[in-house]
């Protein structure tokens, strides 16, 4: 009886973290997401991983890719977080983004955790994009 106990607190712990690693990773897209709306390309730069980082440079050009080749996430209206996964060590939050014409767009955000949290490590747009919502 004590070790289905131990196990019982064990899932329960283990669920716990799962949730809270949603919820701060959600909290990272999330709030990039929100500087990308504020057209603070600056600070939606810090969310980005250290290699992302090192591609684009400079915040300004990370802006032009953006606001280039992810016009729903530099403007949603509507963010909604789908699935959260863990696939050889890597975690992928999926993202549903309805755009300001009502497009239906599916994303999934690759994430690192570092020393200093969570950090996004690309995105790619998935088959779902130009559904109607």
């Not at 591609?55 to 606001?67: A, D, K, L, Q, S």
């Amino acid at each position: 009886m004590r070790k289905w106990m131990i196990g019982v607190a064990l899932a329960a712990s283990m669920a716990g973290s799962a949730w809270a690693q949603g919820a701060e990773i959600e909290g990272v897209i999330g709030s990039q997401i929100e500087a990308f709306k504020a057209d603070n390309f600056s600070q939606a730069f810090e969310f980005a991983s250290p290699s992302i980082r090192g591609i684009f440079r400079t915040p300004e050009n990370f802006g032009r890719m953006v606001t280039q080749g992810y016009p729903m996430v530099w403007r949603p209206a509507e963010v909604t977080y789908l699935e959260l996964r863990e696939e050889n060590g890597s975690y992928w939050q999926m993202v549903q983004i309805v755009d300001a014409k009502g497009r239906v767009h599916v994303l999934d955000y690759r994430m690192l955790e570092t020393e200093a949290g969570w950090k996004i490590n690309g995105v790619q747009l998935l088959e779902s994009a130009g559904i109607s919502a």
